[in-house]
């Protein structure tokens, strides 16, 4: 299991692709308490919410971020804070997709969040019930072809993050 310093270095190390399946409805991630807390009050929140600098590292050297956020509406406010970032994100390169279960009915993907690197690294992350990381756990490469299906079948259901946003404003 890699601690999230050790997981961290894995978005230095890939070479092309990262995808992120997400499906939970609270993240407590402590490096965005103050700014999480300053979203519910409504300050701003900076430039970095315009091009987000994280995102870009990867982009800018020609690697592909993906994810689809698998959620439930009504929404948590963590969950309208990270829909707040997206533009963002999407400015800085990553391609977002969204599926709302209080809309469509999708099977066949997991209930855990993971990441796939370069379409052969899975990692299947784990979470406290409150949603704090507790680390990334490498998947045998037998499971490989079945989080590439997973992968292929959340970005078909998907509905890009522009069109679900106009739906829900």
Known sequence: MLSGEEFGRLFETFERTAFRLETLAVYSVEEEREEFERFLAGGDMGPTWDDNP?????????????????LRSPLTDYLRYELAAYPGNIAAGETIGIIDLSEQAVTGLPDHDFWLFD?????????????????AELLPAHCLAEYQDYRDRALAEAVAFADYRERHH
């Open 54 to 70: 994280w995102v870009r590292s990867m982009t800018d050297k020609g690697k592909q971020v993906s994810r689809v956020h698998i």
């Open 119 to 135: 379409d052969q690294d899975v990692y299947r992350m784990h979470y406290t019930p409150e949603g704090a990381f507790t680390g």
